[in-house]
């Protein structure tokens, strides 16, 4: 997939970038004195969009411009190869949906009435759209029915470096749709797991609780629901090392998982159980028969062989 420029519209342009500007540049008489186009650099930048840049053309002319009135050269350059947003609105790729599961509370066995359903899956774009100038998104999203599906290769890659939400996919037991190319993947998911749960997850909740911690200082308050994800992660993580299987339904801890989503468990009560749970994880990392590291070969011939199969027209 085509690496892009990455650009937020609303970022300062910085000092000594070089634009493009979106409009003819005028002078005295009603004269055009560099035309709409030209390249100029970025010598002054404001503190917000309200105000001009100041730019200065080859020639030495300096001049005020709007945000609106000038793009990076680069952008302006890269126009739209490698934009697959282009193909996204040409083609229906959740036609290519090769894999759908349901993820969240409804998986955890965590749902109430108020829980919502969110879908997540893979899809293998067609031959023509992969090998298309301008690629194809690494993720569809549909906010309004909570859908989001991977690209093929984009979710092996999450699941080699062992994303939790990836691997969630690979091991929920409410799974939709499942093409015979799913179903070889989903016979092979052990093949990525590693001893990389250790850092991912435990490395995961650590940076998420000294966060907690720093708003409950500043704050007097934290997120209970995230509090109870970070826990059912840490409890997801040490039977993965222990066996080989990431287990998704926590019905053993659910009272417990509730009771600190509704914020019924006291701060210090649920601190002392992710301490706990994070010494039982030391113990089950120094312990665990998981490889060093995923097996990247099978992974990588998976995504051969489906881009292969994708060659044949038919949905593998």
């Not at 005020?64 to 934009?83: C, Q, V």
């Not at 093929?152 to 994303?163: G, M, S, T, W």
């Not at 222990?242 to 601190?271: K, M, N, S, Y």
Request: one cysteine or more.
């Amino acid at each position: 997939m085509p690496d892009r420029v990455h650009f937020h519209p609303d970022l300062i342009v910085s000092l000594g970038t070089q634009v493009v500007t979106l409009i003819d540049i005028p002078g005295a008489g009603g004269l055009v004195l560099h035309p709409r186009g030209a390249v100029g650099v970025v010598v002054k930048a404001p503190t917000d969009h309200e105000h001009s840049y100041r730019v200065r053309f080859a020639d030495g002319l300096e001049t005020p411009l709007k945000r609106n009135e000038i793009t990076m050269l680069a952008l302006f350059k890269e126009g739209a190869i490698g934009d697959s947003g282009v193909l996204a609105a040409r083609t229906d790729l959740y036609e290519r949906v090769i894999y759908r599961c349901v993820i969240g509370s409804q998986a955890y066995g965590l749902a109430d009435s108020e829980s919502d359903v969110d879908r997540r899956g893979i899809y293998l774009p067609a031959p023509e759209q992969h090998w298309s100038l301008y690629g194809v998104p690494e993720q569809l999203e549909n906010d309004a029915t909570q859908e989001a599906y991977w690209e093929l290769q984009k979710f092996l890659v999450l699941a080699l470096k062992a994303n939790p939400n990836i691997l969630e996919c690979l091991y929920s037991p409410l799974v939709e749709k499942a093409t015979p190319l799913a179903e070889e993947l989903l016979a092979m998911r052990s093949a990525f797991l590693s001893r990389v749960v250790y850092q991912t997850f435990n490395g995961y909740v650590l940076s998420q609780f000294k966060k907690m911690q720093a708003d409950l200082r500043n704050q007097g308050a934290v997120k209970w629901k995230h509090v109870m994800h970070l826990i059912r992660l840490l409890i997801s993580g040490i039977q993965a090392l222990r066996h080989g299987f990431v287990p998704v339904r926590v019905d053993e801890h659910r009272e417990r998982l509730l009771a600190i989503r509704r914020g019924q468990a006291p701060w210090e009560e649920t601190e002392k159980w992710r301490l706990a749970l994070h010494a039982e994880f030391e113990r089950a990392f120094a312990a665990t028969a998981l490889p060093e590291r995923p097996d990247y070969e099978a992974a990588n011939a998976f995504l051969i062989k489906a881009r292969r199969r994708a060659v044949s027209g038919e949905m593998p």
